[in-house]
């Protein structure tokens, strides 16, 4: 048999569809990002939780082993250093579920990603 999986229309939807296991973490993320940057509006996109501001900010998305946060941003040698472990290609990152959710550096990835949003909506006169 094969059930297909219902579109989420919000993000509490989305994560409502994950064992209660994942959906800790994915409150977690929402959170992080909810506390990084509290002016971004929350939507799904591509079927995945997703914040805007003035355009797509970020969005993550759990899998079977891992959670993908969308797009990864570049940064400093260092930042990007401390990211190196986690990112799979070039924009995307991933944290494994059977490791620590490192949940505060979510929020540093949050804090330079909505800076870089912000200077490319500015250098393109938006």
């Given at each position: 048999?094969n059930?297909?999986?219902?579109?989420?229309?919000?993000?509490?939807?989305?994560i409502?569809?994950?064992?209660?296991?994942?959906?800790?973490i994915?409150?977690?993320?929402r959170?992080?990002i909810?506390?990084?940057?509290?002016?971004?509006?929350?939507?799904?996109?591509y079927?995945?939780?997703?914040?805007?501001?003035?355009?797509?900010?970020?969005?993550?998305g759990?899998?079977?082993?891992?959670?993908?946060?969308?797009?990864?941003?570049?940064?400093?040698?260092?930042?990007?250093n401390?990211?190196a472990?986690?990112?799979?290609?070039?924009?995307?990152?991933?944290?494994?579920?059977?490791?620590?959710?490192?949940?505060?550096?979510?929020?540093?990835?949050?804090k330079?990603r909505v800076?870089?949003?912000l200077?490319n909506?500015?250098?393109?006169?938006?």
């Amino acid at each position: 048999m094969n059930v297909e999986k219902t579109k989420p229309k919000n993000i509490d939807d989305y994560i409502a569809s994950y064992p209660s296991d994942v959906q800790i973490i994915l409150e977690k993320i929402r959170k992080k990002i909810r506390e990084a940057v509290p002016e971004a509006e929350e939507t799904i996109k591509y079927e995945m939780p997703t914040f805007t501001l003035n355009g797509n900010l970020i969005s993550f998305g759990a899998y079977k082993k891992h959670i993908g946060i969308y797009p990864a941003p570049s940064g400093s040698e260092a930042f990007n250093n401390e990211l190196a472990e986690y990112k799979t290609e070039k924009s995307t990152l991933r944290f494994a579920l059977d490791r620590p959710i490192p949940y505060d550096l979510i929020s540093k990835v949050v804090k330079v990603r909505v800076n870089e949003h912000l200077a490319n909506l500015e250098a393109k006169g938006k």
